[in-house]
Nanobody
């Protein structure tokens, strides 16, 4: 059973930074894609960033230039570095993973992903 555990959320003022981490365990084959999603109250879940096992990645236009996704394969950990945070970035951020065949661009649609973490809350005050 694949497990994803997020950490690193919290409260920050606008303009600040946070780094989210997601540790994956229990997988038998390659978690070829991992992604970060967010959902604010009353809004649909949004794909923020995704990364392949080979390090190829993409981020959503809404966070481009501010958020970076990275992968430490040795630690089975994916990170989301969030800089220049805005109040509209406040949401529950969840890590997701998918085993299988590599795709490009990395999907940012939640229906693509199989495994999900519990989420980590990010609050941004103005």
């Amino acid at each position: 059973q694949v497990q994803l555990v997020e950490s690193g959320g919290g409260s920050v003022q606008a303009g600040g930074s946070l780094r989210l981490s997601c540790v994956a365990s229990g997988y038998r084959s390659s978690l070829y894609h991992m992604g970060w999603f967010r959902q604010a109250p009353g809004k649909e879940r949004e794909g923020v960033a995704g990364i392949r096992e080979d390090g190829m990645s993409r981020v959503a236009d809404s966070v481009k230039g501010r958020f970076t996704i990275s992968l430490d394969g040795a630690k089975s950990t994916v990170y989301l570095q969030m800089n220049a945070l805005k109040p509209e970035d406040a949401a529950m951020y969840s890590c997701a993973a998918k085993e299988g065949v590599s795709q490009w661009p990395v999907p940012l649609e939640d229906k693509y992903y199989t495994y999900w973490g519990q989420g980590s809350q990010v609050t941004v005050s103005s």
